[in-house]
């Protein structure tokens, strides 16, 4: 029950530094702007001491640590991929192109007679 109540607060705190920013309409963009950093900041703590809040930030630290062993390609393979990929395109391209004009002529000119 306290999670949900700090994740309310959370919101609410969040909700009140966007509601300064129109609040303050008057103000210079710097004090409208700082305050919903100030009620982001406050709402990011509060949400923070909440259970789904730590096991948000283990998620993102396991995250972290996947994402480093992954063995990224290197650029020459990564131009090869690509070029392969390019030349696939245009090799169905143009199958897909001979198909439509190759039916196009048997049907019109052939069947239909239209040419």
């Known amino acids: ?55 948000f930030v283990a998620f993102a630290r396991e995250a972290i640590v996947e994402t480093k062993k992954v063995v990224w390609p290197t650029r020459k393979e990564t131009v090869q991929s690509t070029g392969m990929v390019f030349a696939f395109v245009v090799v169905i391209a143009i199958f897909l192109w001979l198909t439509d004009k190759s039916l196009e002529w048997v049907l019109y000119d052939l069947i239909l007679g239209w040419r």
């Open 1 to 55: 029950m306290a999670d949900k109540i700090k994740l309310v607060l959370a919101l609410a705190l969040i909700g009140a530094g966007i509601a300064g920013f129109y609040i303050l309409s008057d103000m210079a963009l710097v004090v409208r702007v700082l305050s919903v950093l100030v009620g982001l900041g406050a709402g990011v703590a509060v949400g923070w001491q909440t259970e789904l809040g730590q096991r």
